[in-house]
């Protein structure tokens, strides 16, 4: 009798590839904070600037992400300055090393102030940055720079990173440069788009500096163009800055969209809510071959305390959690997170499945 052949063992298909991306909002440095790094710096015996401990908060948040993507603000200083604050920037480029050091891949450089120091300070943020080994969008030193999409692996899938602004505050672009910084244009970011994705890129991630400035509430031009740019088959996420304030998240399709972020560091002292920043995590998994969707939507919220010295900017969830936390502190992020937590139902997002990180532990 012969022996019945031996089951044939079917390999299990391999899981759906999946990475996470980390936004944050703006990194806005005042003479303030420049001083504290300054202090920081000397405490630890070195002279310069150390802008390090300012961040160490988050750096688990930003570390643990496969992709984390800050936005720079302002333009940098040559490293011994002269250093300018509002309204004309020119910060210190030592803070380029502590972002790295937190863990950002890339970081969107296209805002009101890109040109607030010309063409000079353009080249210096990106070479800066260069340094550091961060990547960078919304600006550039060239035009051959400015038609190559920003490229980055996440978990070994290619994710591309646009950046753009609503205003250059009055400034003009040389009549010869217009490349040097990204105004928003739906048609033009839709051709970046297309671009990015003919390059490889499976995923693209826009960053957009919209909003009105100080408002909670997403205004109708952000809510028009996060659905036009949302429709478009070849944008799958948008990260918001500029308005100071947290601004909701909103689902739309099976896309998001994060109208603002907030601050990530400023030293705005004239209200609490330009303290409260949030720090999204999109979790996105390949849902067909080639095609990847946000599956989670996270956020941390955030708080700059800046009620006594040193100013520091906190994960609101990790001092919540901490039982140990001085208690000054633990009210003004659970303040911190009420006032977050009340923008971030305004559209939906909780219905959505948006998870806010701090609640639980309130």
């Known amino acids: 009798m012969l022996a019945a052949p031996a089951p044939v ?4 298909p391999p899981p759906p590839r999946t990475f996470t991306v980390v936004g944050s909002g703006d990194v806005l440095l005042h003479d303030a904070l420049w001083a504290q790094a300054k202090r920081d710096a000397a405490a630890a015996g070195r002279t310069g600037y150390d802008f390090a401990p300012i961040f160490a908060s988050i750096k688990p948040v930003v570390s643990a992400a496969d992709l984390a993507i800050c936005h720079m603000e302002t333009p940098l200083a040559p490293p011994n300055g002269p250093f300018r604050g509002y309204p004309s920037f020119s910060v210190p480029p030592q803070v380029t090393t502590a972002l790295a050091d937190l863990g950002y891949d890339s970081c969107s450089t296209a805002s009101n102030h890109s040109i607030d120091q010309g063409v000079a300070g353009v080249t210096r943020t990106l070479d800066a940055l260069d340094a550091v080994g961060i990547r960078h969008a919304g600006t550039a030193r060239s035009q051959a720079e400015a038609l190559s999409p920003t490229l980055l692996k996440a978990n070994g899938v290619l994710v591309a990173h646009l950046s753009y602004t609503w205003s250059f505050n009055g400034l003009h672009r040389p009549a010869r440069m217009p490349w040097i910084a990204n105004p928003i244009d739906v048609a033009a ?36 163009l996060a659905r036009d740019l949302l429709a478009n088959p070849d944008v799958d996420l948008i990260l918001g800055h500029h308005a100071h304030v947290v601004q909701p998240l909103e689902r739309i399709g099976e896309k998001w969209v994060a109208y603002g972020m907030g601050n990530q560091v400023a030293w705005q002292n004239q209200a609490y809510d330009t303290r409260d920043g949030i720090m999204p995590r999109f979790t996105f998994t390949e849902v067909s071959p080639g095609v990847f969707r946000v599956v989670q939507a ?28 001085p208690p000054a502190l633990r009210a003004s992020c659970l303040a911190s997170l009420r006032r977050t937590q009340a923008v971030m139902g305004q559209r939906g997002a909780f219905g959505s499945g948006l998870i806010l990180h701090g609640v639980a532990p309130v």
């Open 298 to 325: 996270e956020v941390f919220p955030t708080f700059m305390w800046l009620d006594g010295l040193p100013g520091r900017l906190y994960n609101v969830y990790a001092v919540l959690a901490n039982a140990d936390s």
């Open 189 to 224: 970011i839709s051709a970046d788009a297309r671009l990015a994705r003919i390059a490889g890129a499976q995923v693209v991630i826009v960053s957009l500096h919209f909003g009105t400035e100080y408002q909670h509430a997403a205004n109708s031009y952000q809510i028009s």
């Open 9 to 12: 063992e079917v390999p299990a």
